[in-house]
C-alpha cells in the first residue's frame, strides 16, 4: 500500500516501492523511482530523473537529477543521463 496525498502530481514513467508516502502537494518529475518505505514531505518538488533510495526522508526540493539516500536525503552520486 502506498499514500498519495491531496494535491501531488506524478510525473510519467514512475515507480514507487511499497509502504512509501507521498504527502500533500509534491510535484513529482518523469522517470522518477520512489524506493520502498521512503516519505516525500509536504510540499516538494522533485525534478526527473530521481532515485530516492528505501527508508529515505525527502525533507526538501531536490533540483539536481540522481541518487538520494538517507534521513534526510542527501545526494549521493549524480545522473549520468
Known sequence: MNGFAHDSRL??????????????????????????GSIIRDGCSLVS???VGAGSTVVKSL????????TPAILKSMSKI
Not at 11 to 35: E, H, L, Q
Not at 63 to 69: A, D, E, K, R
Open 11 to 36: 510525473g510519467k514513467f514512475c515507480s514507487i516501492g511499497p509502504m512509501a508516502c507521498v504527502c500533500g502537494n509534491v510535484k513529482v518529475g518523469d522517470f522518477n523511482r520512489i524506493g520502498a
Open 63 to 70: 533540483t539536481v537529477s540522481g541518487l538520494y539516500i538517507g
Open 49 to 51: 530523473k530521481i532515485t
